[in-house]
């Protein structure tokens, strides 16, 4: 089975912190994605990356980047946390159409 | 922005009747897929339906795509009070560079 996980489950940072959310997938894949869900907006797409050292912005890039040095792990940093980015983060692998999920990390700015 | 919108928002059912959920998108799509996501935790893969299919089943969901009126329904026959989660669609087009792009999703509750 396919084995996304993402380096914590819940995470409380002050604003203004830089925040770095691992995600680290063990089939392979090629293709590794980060979103964030909030209420009544779904899933939006924040970055994502094709191969090791390529990255490309998604819908929502701002106040985000990414960091893909190995193909296996891909990780999204918060330069300077602020509180609308409190959220659902979600990170995904894939190597064709079907996207695999890590369980989400649920981060709280104060 | 959402390419796919889900009908209703929230669902509520008693066990071993039918959940139907719709999902409509703006523009031509390579594909469409179902995910379910339990509370808390993370999406999982129910079904995938290409552009030149028009129906998929796999046990008790069945999946019908209509591209001329761009739109997706999930039927969930018979369900259970463990099919309680949120389902979303989600499709990958040319327009949009072939990412994945979800919609806001369908919450559904099954009473026991």
């Known amino acids: 089975d396919v084995k996304v996980t993402q380096s914590s489950r819940y995470l409380v940072k002050r604003t203004g912190e830089k925040v770095f959310l691992e995600c680290v997938q063990d089939?392979?894949?090629?293709?590794m994605f980060w979103y964030r869900q909030d209420p009544g907006l779904g899933l939006r797409l924040i970055y994502f990356?094709?191969?090791?050292?390529?990255?490309e912005k998604g819908d929502i890039p701002e106040g985000y980047s990414v960091s893909r040095e190995k193909k296996e792990r891909f990780s999204l940093i918060l330069e300077s946390a602020s509180t609308n980015q409190t959220s659902m983060y979600l990170c995904a692998s894939s190597r064709g159409l079907e996207a695999f999920f890590g369980q989400g990390t649920r981060l709280t700015v104060v | 922005s959402q390419q796919g919108e889900e009908d209703p928002q929230a669902l509520s059912i008693q066990e071993g009747e039918n959940a139907t959920m719709n999902c409509s998108y703006k523009?031509?799509?390579?594909?469409l897929q179902w995910y379910r996501q339990n509370s808390g935790r993370g999406l999982v893969h129910l079904i995938l339906i290409r552009s030149n299919e028009r129906e998929k089943h796999s046990g008790r969901l069945r999946v019908t795509l209509d591209t001329s009126k761009k739109s997706s329904s999930l039927l969930i026959t018979a369900s259970r009070a463990a099919d309680t989660a949120s389902y979303f669609c989600a499709t990958d087009a040319k327009a949009a560079g072939n990412k994945l792009t979800f919609g806001g999703g369908t919450r559904v509750l099954v009473k026991p």
């Open positions: 523009t031509s799509i390579n594909n």
């Open positions: 990356s094709y191969d090791v050292k390529m990255k």
């Open positions: 089939m392979d894949h090629e293709n």
